[in-house]
């Protein structure tokens, strides 16, 4: 089952307020199927779905309606637990704020999912170690993220959603709060994950340049894909 | 993780401790000065000395007290019968002005065997009054034998008088020195610190018919036999004293002997202090538990701001898959250390405000805090209610935080 994709989607709605007056269709009927290794972006103007979508593909949102499958799996068939898992063994996310944990350093950040793995104390730093220096901040493991920059977070974030080998890497808006050197930086190793782990990865974006890194690009409206192109 | 975040939230931090400290330390207090009071009220209950006592309702109301002593001393199992007579008298030196003082009227060697050891060591060594068991003067009721007229006087009372042994005095009943007989000072006696107030400072003992027939108690005016006293206190066998079965059946033979009278055993004594302990034990439990429920609520007020505050470090945690367990096990320890430290303080805290209570408070207060015990059981039963109380404290805070809407949190 080495073709089997590692998401689809059949026809699925994510509908908030359901029924009443401030109904909204987040997503209205969206069909896809993400292949093991494909690179996709996903554009759109403001409020046409892209992060609703991104959140459903991450497990951290259901959809409404429709069916979602990952790596086969029905999600309506899983629990909290067994999302909660693939969150940390199946997906690596890097969204736009960063988002690390403020009271850990860069080093624990990037150790964060490998807590509940099981590895020795020795290997995780080992393996966060290595994951810094591949982003290039093996020189920051003890700074706090306070005392980062923008881009220098974002590459911790990086090397913290690598940090399990997932099959799919989501980014919302990796490179909206960097300056075009640093975000060039960012999808530099973005780029890089892909090719050297196969990860399937998704990046929402506003960005055209961002989006022309991409193997094939997305476009929302109104809660729908309204285009779906292949190539550079 | 959590220790780096109660550092980071010191002032929360510090407040919460301090709730709970506070909660903590009233029932350390209560409960071990409660509990000192109670063990020195029992530890003098059972050092007593005698675990049986007749008493009856009336003024000298126990009749034929000497002939009673005998039929109680017959009873297996009963060391020593001591009939007691307390009357006010007055004492009167060679040469000076009458002193109201207490007499005590016993049998020496009866006296001395139902005494506490610590109340043996302050009367002189071989303790007779010229008659170890009055029998002389007392004659089988005709109170007609030669009296020895010797008396011991209280310490204090033979201070105040400036008297020695060997000194002549004069008791009588009355205020007029006439009415009085003649006795011999042979010795003094000290009284236990704080056994009677200091208005009974001035006491003397003497045989018990000589304070019968001093104050009209051994015959009445007609002539009939009285032989009154107050009280017999009775004690057992020491091997019997300590239980509590054979101390009944004695308790239960007296009381058919005199029907009449009241007969308690210290042992019912015992029980009702234990009982009285118990229901103020529980009442200061009752006391406590109103500022520990105060400090839980606000533990869990602290915890679920602390929630709030690291809504997104948890979002994050949660969306990249630390389990919800981990995540938990963050607030609890969070929990826990707070109380923990709260509960530490908080008994540390009491010992000290007892300790200097004891120090500098008035006297009675310091007296009372001076009895203080510290159970170890009760304080780390504290201790462990407390962590307890740290898990309860959690259970909300952690359902809130595992149940943030993740996609809302991380907008
Ligand atoms: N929790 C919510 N409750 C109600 N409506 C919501 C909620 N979350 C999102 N929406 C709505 O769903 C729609 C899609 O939102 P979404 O965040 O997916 O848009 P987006 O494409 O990511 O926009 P942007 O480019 O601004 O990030 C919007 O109209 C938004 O207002
Ligand atoms: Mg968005």
């Keep these: ?232 | 993780m959590h220790w780096r975040n109660l550092r980071h939230r010191t002032a929360q931090t510090i407040l919460a401790i301090a709730a709970i400290a506070v909660a903590v330390a009233l029932p350390v207090v209560l409960l071990s000065v409660g509990g000192g009071v109670y063990s020195h009220e029992l530890a003098s209950v059972q050092d007593a000395g005698f675990s049986i006592s007749v008493d009856s309702a009336a003024d000298h109301g126990i009749a034929d007290a000497h002939s009673l002593a005998r039929q109680i001393d017959a009873i297996s199992g009963v060391a020593a019968a001591s009939p007691i007579l307390s009357v006010a008298v007055v004492l009167f030196t060679a040469n000076g002005t009458g002193i109201p003082v207490l007499a005590e009227g016993v049998i020496p060697t009866a006296f001395s065997a139902t005494q506490s050891s610590a109340e043996r060591a302050l009367l002189p060594p071989s303790f007779t009054l010229g008659d170890p068991d009055d029998t002389i003067h007392f004659a089988n009721g005709t109170y007609g034998g030669p009296a020895s007229g010797q008396v011991l006087l209280s310490t204090p009372l033979l201070q105040t008088l400036n008297l020695s042994s060997g000194a002549s005095a004069t008791l009588s009943p009355t205020t007029n020195r006439s009415a009085g007989v003649g006795v011999t000072v042979v010795g003094s006696f000290g009284l236990p610190p704080g056994l009677l107030g200091p208005s009974a400072l001035f006491v003397a003992l003497m045989p018990l018919s000589q304070l019968q027939s001093l104050v009209g108690l051994g015959r009445s005016t007609t002539g009939a036999l009285l032989d009154d006293a107050d009280s017999v206190q009775v004690a057992v066998v020491p091997a019997l004293a300590g239980n509590p079965a054979a101390v009944a059946r004695i308790t239960a033979e007296v009381q058919a002997l005199v029907p009449y009278y009241s007969v308690t055993s210290l042992t019912q004594q015992t029980s009702e202090i234990r009982a009285a302990q118990a229901v103020i034990t529980g009442f200061y439990v009752g006391l406590s538990s109103v500022g520990l429920v105060v400090s839980l609520l606000f533990l869990v007020i602290i915890l679920m701001r602390r929630v709030e505050q690291e809504r997104s470090a948890i979002g994050i945690q949660r969306a990249i898959g630390v389990p919800a367990w981990r995540v938990s096990r963050g607030l609890l320890l969070e929990a826990e250390a707070l109380t923990l430290c709260g509960g530490l303080s908080g008994v540390a805290g009491g010992i000290l405000v007892i300790s200097l209570l004891a120090r500098w408070g008035s006297p009675t207060v310091s007296e009372i805090a001076g009895l203080a015990t510290y159970d170890p059981v009760t304080l780390a039963g504290l201790v462990l209610g407390l962590l307890l109380m740290g898990l309860v404290a959690s259970l909300l805070p952690v359902r809130r935080a595992l149940n943030l809407p993740l996609p809302e949190v991380l907008r």
Aim: hydrophobic share 40%; proline share 6%.
């Design chain 1, 1 to 232: 089952m080495t073709s089997e994709p590692t998401v689809r989607l059949e026809s699925v709605r994510r509908v908030y307020h359901a029924g009443g007056p401030d109904e909204v269709r987040a997503l209205d009927g969206v069909s896809l199927t993400i292949a093991p290794g494909e690179y996709l972006s996903v554009e759109g103007p403001s409020g046409s779905g892209k992060t609703t979508l991104l959140n459903l593909l991450g497990l951290l949102d259901v959809p409404t309606e429709g069916r979602m499958l990952w790596r086969g799996t029905p999600v309506e068939r899983l629990g909290e637990r067994d999302r909660t898992r693939l969150r940390r063994t199946g997906i690596g996310f890097i969204f736009q704020r960063f988002y690390l944990l403020p009271t850990l350093t860069a080093l624990e950040n990037v150790a964060l999912p490998l807590l509940a793995g099981g590895l020795p104390a020795r290997e995780r730093e080992t393996r966060a170690r290595m994951l810094l220096a591949q982003v290039g901040l093996a020189d920051r493991e003890r700074s706090f993220p306070h005392q980062l920059s923008g881009g220098e977070e974002q590459r911790v974030a990086i090397a913290r959603a690598l940090a399990n080998g997932p099959q799919l890497l989501l980014a919302d808006e990796p490179t909206g709060e960097l300056d075009s050197t640093r975000a060039g930086q960012v999808l530099d190793l973005l780029e890089a994950a892909h090719r050297d782990t196969g990860a399937a990865v998704v990046v929402v974006t506003h960005n055209p340049t961002v989006a022309s890194r991409a193997d094939r690009h997305l476009v929302m409206r109104d809660g729908r894909v309204v285009s779906d192109t292949a190539g550079r």
